[in-house]
């Protein structure tokens, strides 16, 4: 062996910078050669063996073509082959097992850097010739010098590189990469890769999505074959295995190489794009050919993960497809999604099913979207919509049920605008004909969750949310404000106003009224407007009215918390009184909410607690017979309408409301002809009167107090009279008629109910300044009632029915005496004249009754009379007997 030194030419040793050079002529009979010049012995082959030790570990760098001091510089042509040994037995990691070799013609310089602190570098040459020579220099550099490889303050960062794993050369794991922390490179980097390579990288980043930063870095994995370009071009980055037969760098999506296949490269060049992993591990495999030009560079590249992920709340089937439920979010939350930020094949379809809870209905939209040209796709692709984004309004791809397609070529985003299903389900399919390594050109962030837009009626088709409550489907039930607090997002500029109606219909074949009462009402206060005049104000307000032509009245509620009831201080608490009870007069009545646009959103979207609450009920059937009785001087009410009982169906429970109006000035007498409860129980029959302005009843009759109905007072005008009149929406004033409330509520058992009331209207007896009954005004008296009761016409007096109530005064002297004063159907009224208090009315009804009777009679023995006679003339005749023989 023949030891040669760095700078002479004899052979003596001699240390520099610490490095000792070894050179060895192992071909038979060669002499002493200078390692700078051409060798001679022409013809003969050549095989040379240079080690390159350093006494203290650090990488030797060995540079082809730099001829100064303290440096080797070796030049080959035509060279058969050239191996570098990057470390020995006692280094941590070497290539001598197999470290191929470095074939044909090198003419500019290149540079290797050791991995290790030992090279050993061997030049073989079948043929030597004057044509053949190399050249070489080597110099000791520090690690971290080498700033290419290691990078800005490598002491704070000593596994940037990777952790080694023992016995390999270029087996590398990486944990928990940053940005900066993890140095993904080829062996040798910034030099030559050495050849007959199989590296493998195990990257690993804390968080998903884990990132390759690769793009606009220099990448070069057998691009060029020779130097010549002529003869050798190079070969651009290619993906593909069939595009890199020699030398590859290859990327699976996951810890080892039976995880999905990102991708194969190889090629020269600056690296189009970065590769962005489904996890947060990649795994990263380099071969380099057994032989191969001393050429390429290799590669280098950091790693950390894309801050492309949340935390989806839903179920994941496969690689992209979601199932997005209201159950798993928390009441009133939303739930994001966003765009495929990882890498993904070519035809891939990634879905999102947003379901509700049946009732529900789902709402998507996008805080941020852009739309960009495909920048890293997988395969090529020319046409138009190389990606697409589209919504259905179905639980499936439902091309007759799409309500939006955004593509990479054509359509503008849609930021901040609400998609909203008509059903519980929401369809979303992000599909790719390209693919991409690092991720969608569709960039979005997609909010989306969910409302109860449970309807307490029928909805109305076209509107946001009127609804109808009719009789035939349902007697009765309940309502409040909409559920679905996104009607609340008003569109427009300025914000149109909200307007909700709520209609109850009905049939008189089935019920003449609805009852509706609001329970309670919830606004909040308007920021300009005030609740004063509710009709004509911009306030928050819910409006009571029966939609006749007539104008009829009208209830109009913009207050808060029950129109100032004080909630009750009871413990329990009591139930708190109801704000309105209506009781319409026809068959249809309207409840209508409008609330100001402009600030309904902030006020009312996404706030849980009703604006209003009702009940509703659908009464009066057809066994009661008319609703609403005419004013009238008399007249009867008679339950069950025993006209309808043939063809109506009894119900299990009814509810009778009767109207009485009655003539202004005019007090009102009831009187019971008969009543029959079909218990002592109040439950299964009650009777119920009510005076205007006033909700609680007036006098109540059930089965335990009906004694109660032997003596009914008399209801004076004041009572009746409306407490104040009333303004329709138009401004005008309605006067309304003087009413009385009749309500029955019981159930049709068997032994059912049964009651008849008479009523007679009384007129007030007119008296003059001191107290004393104005006879001349007595015009409309026929009858004047005992005690002051009132008077009445004379066509009620002796009809068969009491219109006057009976007063029953003592007499003075007596002992437990009573006189009745005669009434209108007394024997001292109807019989003969009788004197009353009125000045003396006589009482023709009775001759009249006299009279008839005595003409009866007179006619009834004529008839007798004249058959009697006819009888004895019959008898008076002979009777002759012919008896034919």
Not at 25 to 31: D, E, F, S, T
Not at 172 to 188: G, H, I, N
Not at 378 to 393: A, N
Request: aromatic share 12%; charged share 20%.
């Amino acid at each position: 062996m023949v030891k040669f030194s760095t700078g002479e030419a004899n052979g003596d040793k001699r240390r520099e910078s610490g490095g000792i050079l070894t050179a060895s002529a192992l071909v038979p009979g060669m002499p002493r050669m200078p390692v700078l010049v051409l060798l001679g012995s022409w013809g003969w082959g050549f095989f040379a063996i240079f080690l390159l030790l350093l006494a203290t570990p650090s990488p030797a760098a060995i540079r082809r073509g730099q001829r100064h001091a303290k440096t080797i510089s070796i030049f080959i042509r035509r060279m058969q082959s050239d191996t570098i040994i990057d470390g020995n037995t006692k280094t941590e990691v070497s290539n001598r097992k197999d470290p191929g070799v470095y074939c044909g013609e090198s003419e500019q310089p290149q540079t290797f850097i050791s991995e290790t602190s030992f090279v050993r570098v061997i030049f073989h040459a079948d043929n030597f010739t004057d044509q053949t020579y190399f050249s070489f220099d080597s110099r000791a550099e520090p690690q971290f010098e080498v700033y290419l490889r290691y990078g800005q303050h490598p002491e704070l960062y000593p596994n940037r590189r990777g952790e080694v794993v023992p016995g390999s050369y270029c087996e590398r794991v990486f944990k928990d990469c940053r940005l900066q922390t993890c140095y993904v490179q080829s062996p040798a980097y910034p030099g030559i890769y050495p050849r007959a390579l199989h590296c493998k990288y195990r990257l690993n980043t804390r968080l998903p999505f884990i990132k390759l930063y690769i793009e606009n870095e220099e990448f070069n994995i057998d691009g060029q074959r020779c130097e010549n370009i002529m003869t050798c071009p190079m070969r651009p980055i290619s993906s593909g295995s069939e595009h890199c037969p020699y030398d590859y760098i290859r990327v699976y999506d996951g810890k080892n190489e039976s995880s999905p296949v990102i991708g194969t490269f190889c090629g020269m060049g600056k690296f189009p794009y970065s590769i962005i992993g489904t996890s947060e591990d990649l795994y990263v495999e380099f071969v380099s050919s057994p032989a191969g030009p001393l050429l390429n560079t290799g590669f280098h590249f950091n790693v950390g993960n894309w801050p492309g992920h949340v935390e989806t709340a839903g179920v994941k089937n496969g690689s992209c497809d979601w199932l997005l439920n209201s159950e798993s979010l928390v009441s009133g939350n939303e739930g994001i999604f966003l765009s495929v930020a990882h890498w993904y094949p070519p035809h891939t379809s990634c879905t999102y099913l947003l379901r509700g809870r049946p009732g529900e209905i789902a709402r998507l939209y996008f805080p941020s979207f852009r739309v960009n040209r495909i920048e890293s796709p997988i395969q090529p692709y020319d046409g138009d919509c190389g990606e697409s984004l589209t919504l259905y309004d179905a639980d499936w791809p439902d091309d007759a049920r799409i309500i939006k397609t955004f593509c990479d070529t054509f359509s503008k985003p849609m930021e901040k605008h609400d998609f909203v299903s008509t059903s519980n389900a929401l369809f979303v399919r992000f599909e790719s004909k390209t693919g991409s390594y690092s991720g969608s050109s569709l960039y979005y962030w997609a909010h989306y969750d969910f409302f109860n837009a449970t309807r307490f009626g029928e909805p109305t088709p076209g509107t946001e949310c009127d609804e109808v409550f009719a009789s035939w489907k349902t007697r009765s039930g309940r309502l409040r404000s909409p559920l679905n607090t996104l009607v609340y997002k008003r569109p427009g500029d300025p914000p149109a106003d909200l307007s909700c109606t709520y209609s109850f219909i009905t049939d008189k074949r089935l019920y003449a009224r609805v009852i509706l009462v609001i329970e309670s009402i919830n606004f909040k206060e308007h920021p300009y407007a005030q609740c004063g005049h509710c009709w004509d104000s911009r306030v928050d307000r819910v409006i009571i009215r029966e939609p006749n032509p007539d104008g009829i009245k009208g209830h109009c509620l913009c207050r808060i918390n029950n129109n100032g009831t004080p909630a009750p201080t009871s413990s329990p608490p009591a139930p708190r009184p109801p704000v309105l009870r209506v009781v319409s007069r026809g068959e249809r009545l309207d409840l209508k909410l409008l609330v100001d646009g402009a600030h309904a959103a902030s006020s009312y979207f996404k706030w849980s607690a009703p604006l209003f609450e009702a009940r509703y009920e659908f009464a009066h059937s057809p066994l009661c017979g008319p609703a609403l009785l005419p004013p009238a001087t008399d007249g009867e009410i008679e339950f069950p309408h025993y006209e309808a009982l043939g063809y109506v169906t009894p119900p299990r429970t009814i509810k009778c409301i009767w109207e009485l109006r009655v003539n202004r000035e005019r007090d009102l007498w009831l009187h019971f002809d008969k009543i029959k409860f079909a218990s002592r129980s109040c439950e299964d029959g009650k009777l119920e009167i009510f005076l205007p302005g006033s909700a609680e009843p007036y006098l109540g009759i059930c089965g335990e107090n009906v004694s109660y109905v032997r003596e009914m007072p008399i209801i004076s005008a004041a009572h009746i009279t409306p407490p104040i009149d009333h303004q329709a929406p138009s401004g005008d004033v309605i006067e309304e008629s003087p009413a009385v409330i009749i309500q029955f509520t019981g159930s049709m058992a068997p032994a059912r109910a049964a009651f008849k009331i008479a009523w007679t209207e009384l007129f007030h007896l007119p008296r003059d300044g001191s107290g004393a009954l104005n006879t001349g005004k007595l015009e409309d008296c026929g009858f004047q009632c005992p005690g002051d009761a009132g008077c009445i016409p004379l066509r009620l007096m002796c009809n068969g029915v009491v219109n006057c109530p009976s007063r029953s005064l003592p007499l003075p002297g007596i002992l437990n005496g009573t006189f009745y004063e005669p009434d209108d159907e007394s024997v001292e009224t109807c019989g003969g004249p009788v004197s009353g208090n009125g000045g003396g009315f006589a009482g023709p009804a009775g001759w009249a009754g006299a009279g008839l009777g005595a003409g009866l009679a007179i006619l009834l023995g004529l008839a007798c009379f004249i058959a009697m006679c006819r009888l004895c003339r019959g008898r008076s005749r002979s009777r002759d007997i012919h008896v034919p023989y």
